[in-house]
């Protein structure tokens, strides 16, 4: 085990975190969840080094997902969404965070010192999807987690696409390496659903605010003629 694997077990799971406070919305204080929150931060971070110790990379990948999915069931009662709509943050996290990995595995090998620079890439990743979710699509983040039925399939079938390469390997450095175009590929169609999801979501508000103000100036034009007649 080295440093380096602990900076980005400690990295990872904080922006997971953060990331997942930005797209639901809390129930209870905040004192309150961060200190569940830190518990099960804390708990991830000694699996972790757990297999860091035994040098066992593949099986942490996996347990990982299984443990964060875990976690999004058990920590649905700190948090105001009903079920679905938090399975689709839960699923949406997930998806993130697996996006990330793949990025930070692939874009680490152009910096000095790699080992670490994959941390500061998961964080930067990161730092820019939670950016992005709170100045610009979090009104139609929102507005998508309310049409769960629609959309939840989405954000489950790319999760089960994702998780696939994963789950099916024997060993996982050895599948980044060989399904290299195919993840990518799929990071690509990843950003390109959730940004149809978002522009579509953001037309549809648009002709539901043009009707709105349609319907305000005929309401206001009957009233008028009422008036005068």
């Not at 996290?93 to 620079?117: E, R």
Request: aromatic letters at 16%; a positive charge.
């Amino acid at each position: 085990m080295q440093l380096y694997d602990i900076l980005r077990s400690l990295v990872t799971n904080a922006m997971l975190i953060a990331l997942l406070f930005t797209l639901a919305r809390p129930k209870y204080r905040w004192r309150t969840l961060w200190t569940v929150l830190a518990a099960i931060v804390m708990l991830d971070f000694a699996l972790n080094i757990f297999f860091y110790l035994r040098n066992d990379y593949t099986t942490l990948a996996k347990l990982d997902i299984v443990f964060f999915i875990l976690m999004g069931v058990a920590t649905k009662s700190l948090f105001q969404e009903t079920i679905m709509p938090w399975l689709f943050n839960c699923f949406t996290v997930m998806n993130v965070y697996i996006v990330t990995v793949i990025l930070s595995y692939y874009l680490c090998g152009l910096f000095p010192h790699p080992y670490y620079a994959i941390t500061v890439l998961r964080a930067l990743l990161f730092a820019v999807a939670i950016a992005l979710f709170r100045k610009r699509l979090r009104p139609l983040y929102r507005q998508a987690a309310e049409h769960w039925s629609v959309y939840l399939f989405v954000a489950v079938g790319l999760f089960m696409n994702f998780t696939w390469y994963f789950i099916s390997e024997d060993d996982v450095e050895r599948m980044l390496r060989t399904e290299f175009v195919s993840l990518l590929l799929l990071v690509l169609l990843a950003v390109l659903v959730y940004l149809a999801i978002f522009l579509s979501l953001r037309k549809a508000l648009q002709e539901s605010a043009l009707r709105e103000e349609n319907l305000k100036m005929l309401s206001d034009r009957e009233l008028m003629r009422q008036r005068l007649t």
